[in-house]
């Protein structure tokens, strides 16, 4: 840690507050709800026709 200049560190999170319900954090497309300790992630299904391609394609955009 020492080797990086403090002008290239992240600032630190101060006054963290885990008791709000509106806490979530995200990366990559999973959301982290802290309160109820659950992973989320959202899924955009479209009316598309039920096919082995069309399933195939939302399941790999998991």
């Known amino acids: 840690m020492n080797s990086i200049p403090e002008t290239d560190r992240a600032e630190p999170r101060t006054k963290l507050d885990l008791n709000t319900d509106s806490l979530c954090e995200r990366t990559l497309g999973l959301q982290w709800h802290v309160n109820p300790d659950l992973f989320v992630f959202g899924v955009n ?7 082995r391609r069309s399933i195939l394609s939302v399941a790999s955009s998991l």
């Open 45 to 51: 299904l479209q009316d598309k026709r039920k096919t």
